[in-house]
């Protein structure tokens, strides 16, 4: 795939890129080592003040960095404004609590004492330099949940991005240099997928993290674990949303519109699978179709516009092919299901019921404004039909009884379970998931210690 900006809106490839040659990588691994040696001595409170001054920055450019992500990956311009403020925010979050996450924690005296140890502590250590291979779906967001926690702690990073979002990989390196944040604390490399192997299998490279596909998941995890080097892995989901006979049936129609077609329906954490109670189905999906239909699709840069045009050709094609084995398996198309005659790659909100465990759709992610539906007989066949599902990121469910909350917090495999709202990260809260989801933490004090060294120091009596 050349590394290039191509607007999905429109199909016009607007800027190629030249990926960097081996002697310029290695220049930037050397520069990475040269750079982790010093900064990793940097006190907290100067990597706050230049993460607070990367924050400020963002804010001041968040108009300009948010037409940059809506030319290169379609979505819509206020959700490009909103990732772009939610990433100051984070950096903000940071700075201001790493401190206290990786504070040294001393262990209760009498186990010092039974150790034979006069006194013990465990303090978090920086790793090194960290690869980071990043998807387009939320190209300054990814990162930044990332770069964040990674640089509090005193580690350097090295971005691989997608290839279709060089310009936001690029200005992401720029915003750090222009903080004042040391040459190599944060470098962007310009290189294909097929360069990603040789670089984990760098010495100078302790640790890589990626959010993406199941099989680039298992490529890096495969050499990271020949390699003997930490990974966390973030590989997308089919989430359910399951509503119950109890729940508000308007706010639960209403939120899974917004919680599939967010991001134009590219987003791992979307809503995919919506498993409705027998007793409020009908219900439920009278409200939820007339939502997805009534959904504006157009320019991205329009303020009014609900879905853009999907990412890329290829993943439209995948998005077609789903639909139509559903279709030839006898599925209900109760709106969208046609791909609009006109340039870009565009692809209307959709809604497919009478869904069976043969059909593709059932075990494949859905990367775009396409929905399932299900019908549960009561709460346990819904969380069958949940768990019925190789991903497990997170999860939403609509009720008022405090029980059936105890039960799907018990029984749903997922990364997180969401009562009565929408799924979202932020940065006081721990992200990822199970099965094929992945594994390991982002955000919250477990992903900054995801790449720290976690030492015991102990002194003798």
């Known amino acids: 795939m050349a590394i290039a900006t191509v607007n999905p809106a429109t199909g016009e490839t607007l800027t190629t890129f030249e990926a960097l040659d081996e002697q310029e990588l290695e220049r930037r691994l050397q520069l990475a080592e040269a750079t982790f040696r010093t900064y990793r001595t940097t006190s907290f409170a100067d990597r706050a003040r230049l993460l607070n001054r990367a924050a400020d920055l963002l804010d001041e450019d968040r108009e300009d960095v948010a037409r940059t992500m809506t030319t290169e990956m379609g979505k819509p311009l206020a959700q490009a404004r909103a990732e772009a403020a939610k990433c100051a925010k984070a950096m903000r979050w940071y700075a201001e609590h790493a401190e206290s996450l990786l504070a040294d924690e001393v262990p209760a005296e009498r186990d010092v004492k039974d150790s034979g140890g006069s006194r013990a502590l465990v303090r978090c250590r920086p790793l090194g330099p960290v690869l980071a291979v990043m998807p387009w779906n939320f190209p300054l967001w990814q990162v930044m949940r990332f770069a964040a926690p990674a640089l509090m702690a005193g580690n350097v990073g090295l971005l691989k991005h997608a290839s279709n ?65 930490k990974t966390v892995l973030e590989l997308g989901g089919s989430d359910p949303f ?134 549960a007989g009561d709460l346990d066949e819904a969380v069958l039909i949940a768990n019925d599902s190789p991903f497990g990121l997170s999860s939403n469910v609509w009720t008022r009884q405090e029980a059936e909350v105890e039960r799907f917090v018990r029984d749903l495999e997922a990364g997180g379970v969401f009562v009565n709202g929408m799924t979202a990260s932020h940065p006081a809260f721990p992200f990822g998931g199970v099965k094929r989801s992945g594994y390991g933490r982002e955000l919250a004090g477990q992903g900054i210690r995801e790449f720290c060294n976690i030492t015991t120091v102990w002194h003798g009596a």
């Open 165 to 229: 979002v060089p310009r936001t990989a690029l200005w992401l390196e720029d915003l750090l240099r222009r903080a004042g944040f040391p040459e190599g604390c944060f470098q962007t490399l310009l290189v294909g997928s097929g360069a990603i192997d040789a670089i984990l299998r760098d010495d100078r490279v302790k640790a890589a993290t990626l959010t993406g596909s199941e099989p680039a998941g298992r490529a890096v995890a495969a050499t990271a674990g020949e390699m003997i080097k």
């Open 242 to 375: 399951v509503v119950m006979p109890s729940a508000d049936l308007d706010r639960a129609a209403e939120t899974a519109v917004t919680a599939r077609v967010q991001n134009n329906g590219q987003s791992c954490i979307a809503a995919k699978r919506f498993i409705v109670h027998a007793d409020v189905y009908d219900a439920f999906v009278e409200r939820f179709v007339a939502g997805m239909a009534a959904l504006t699709v157009g320019d991205p840069m329009a303020e009014g516009t609900d879905v853009g045009p999907l990412a890329s050709e290829q993943g439209r094609a995948d998005l077609e092919e789903l639909v139509d084995d559903a279709r030839r398996g006898g599925a209900d198309v109760l709106c969208g299901g046609e791909r609009p005659d006109r340039p870009g790659w565009w692809y209307p909100p959709t809604v497919l019921a009478g869904i069976t465990r043969e059909m593709r759709i059932h075990r494949e992610e859905a990367f775009g404004p396409v929905a399932t539906l299900y019908r």
